[in-house]
């Protein structure tokens, strides 16, 4: 043993006797139960006095790592390693438990993880099929796309203008008329969410939704300590805004077109009385509308559309239809709104991906956006078509359902309450991934969702087969 403490070092020659002392045991030099030499040896060794090397054991001890055997000396504890660790280590668990954010349900943590996995059918994912994407067309689109240097460095607050001006002529095709100082380009629809989340409401603020809702599988403003109500729209609707809402902030989400999970839309006559009653209470509403284009037959009004008071938050996203990769979804606000909620986001990411708003920008513009959404429609139909025809011949003395109108999702009702989550994990072990309801409403053991847009179609009926096997 030739260390010895440094007279020039900042540290005393206690505190560096200790940190000596603790290296040794943490690279198991002196393992548990290893005995000490003597103190007086350590003192000659170390060139200090012995009451220094005292003191420095004694601290050791005190904090456990050594311990005295009456008569026998000094010796490594049984816990030093232990003890080490959680000293020199922060206490993650705390830090992860205090957070701010929640973490996600189990299921979903699960999810995420199995649809990552090679050989599981994925039989809920929120995302289209690798076929369905138009990866090659992307890569020739590539080429054709013009990039300025200024193009690809950081995007400005509202994002890139040739896209918001792209975006104002699109969105008047679904009779929504705005300008590029209303637009806010955002990294998905969920960024738009977390926004204003953060930028628009105090804590304990109301958010009003209906449930099932998909707001319940993701907390971007239950985690900011707003308040989330589910309502119905049905009676009364004003009377009870007003008295859940009281004299508090608050804001509507709705999803009134192939809402997500259900699929359902929304009449005109519903979205007209929420907007009435929203606008005489001063109640937002966010619009999240990430599913419109998917829409098989007919198109219905956005609220956005005879929105007339700047009471709507539009919120529109590629994510659906064209890539969910490239991360680009956009906000329709009042002016103020837009560059608030801009300014947030610079100091949250300085901007969306340009090269993504580049690629958008292009894809709409030339058209080659909506003529790829038109075949993805058309597929998609098939697919529904496919699955329905399936439910049809195996689970009609089992569930309900409704037929389709576009968008992903089947809303599969059982008539008993099975979809819990041993069937979840015994479905795993089949290789087959589902979304239960209960992630989007936490009291749901009847419903699944069922996305016809991902598994092959091989996939599904094999997986549904699976599914009928577990429930019967
Ligand atoms: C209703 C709804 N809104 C928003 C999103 C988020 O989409 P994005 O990928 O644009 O963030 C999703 C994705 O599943 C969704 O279903």
């Not at 060139?47 to 420095?56: D, E, F, G, I, P």
């Not at 340009?354 to 513009?365: D, K, L, M, N, Y």
Request: charged fraction near 20%; proline fraction near 4%.
């Amino acid at each position: 043993m030739s260390w010895k403490p440094n007279r020039s070092s900042h540290l005393t020659m206690q505190e560096q006797i200790i940190d000596w002392v603790k290296s040794r045991i943490d690279k198991g030099e002196w393992t548990v139960g290893t005995k000490l030499p003597p103190q007086r040896s350590l003192a000659s060794q170390f060139n200090v006095n012995r009451s220094t090397v005292q003191l420095a054991l004694d601290e050791l001890k005190a904090s456990g790592l050594l311990h005295t055997r009456a008569g026998s000396g000094v010796f490594v504890a049984n816990n030093s390693w232990n003890i080490l660790l959680n000293n020199n280590q922060p206490n993650w668990h705390r830090h992860i438990e205090s957070g701010i954010h929640k973490p996600n349900y189990h299921t979903i943590q699960l999810i995420n993880e199995y649809e990552q996995q090679e050989g599981i059918i994925r039989l809920g994912t929120g995302e289209l099929s690798p076929d369905l994407l138009p990866t090659e067309q992307i890569k020739d689109s590539l080429s054709e796309i013009q990039l300025e240097s200024r193009a690809i460095g950081y995007s400005s607050p509202l994002g890139n203008e040739k896209l918001r001006n792209v975006l104002c002529t699109y969105l008047k095709k679904r009779d929504i008329h705005t300008e590029p100082d209303n637009i806010l380009i955002v990294s998905g629809a969920l960024q738009a969410l977390q926004l204003i989340s953060f930028g628009l409401l105090e804590q304990g603020s109301v958010v009003f939704q209906e449930e099932p809702s998909y707001l319940n599988s993701i907390h971007p403003f239950q985690s900011s300590g707003m308040r989330v109500t589910s309502i119905t729209k049905e009676l009364k609707l004003k009377e009870i805004l007003k008295e859940q809402k009281r004299n508090r902030q608050s804001l509507y989400y709705a999803v009134p077109t192939l809402h997500n999970p259900t699929g359902r839309n929304w009449t005109l006559e519903e979205k007209e009385r929420l907007y009435d009653v929203c606008k005489e209470l001063q109640i937002p509403i966010i619009e999240d509308d990430v599913y419109h284009e998917l829409l098989f037959e007919e198109t219905y009004p956005a609220m956005k559309s005879f929105d007339t008071s700047g009471q709507v938050l539009y919120l529109g996203s590629v994510s659906k239809t064209l890539s969910p990769g490239l991360r680009i979804g956009w906000v329709v606000a009042p002016t103020p709104v837009i560059h608030h909620l801009a300014d947030i986001k610079m100091q949250t990411d300085y901007g969306s991906s340009a090269f993504s708003q580049e690629i958008v920008a292009h894809w709409i513009s030339s058209g080659m956006y909506e003529e790829h959404v038109s075949k993805l429609r058309a597929r998609l139909k098939e697919r529904a078509a496919f699955t329905e025809a399936i439910l049809e011949e195996q689970f009609k003395d089992t569930a309900t359902w409704e037929k389709s109108e576009g968008g992903f999702y089947i809303w599969l009702r059982f008539n008993e309450p099975v979809v819990n989550k041993a069937l979840f994990l015994n479905l795993i072990n089949r290789k087959v991934l589902i979304n239960p309801g209960y992630i989007y409403m936490p009291s749901d053991l009847h419903h699944i969702r069922l996305s016809y847009a991902y598994a092959s179609l091989k996939d599904l009926k094999e997986a549904l087969g699976i599914l009928k096997e577990l429930i019967s």
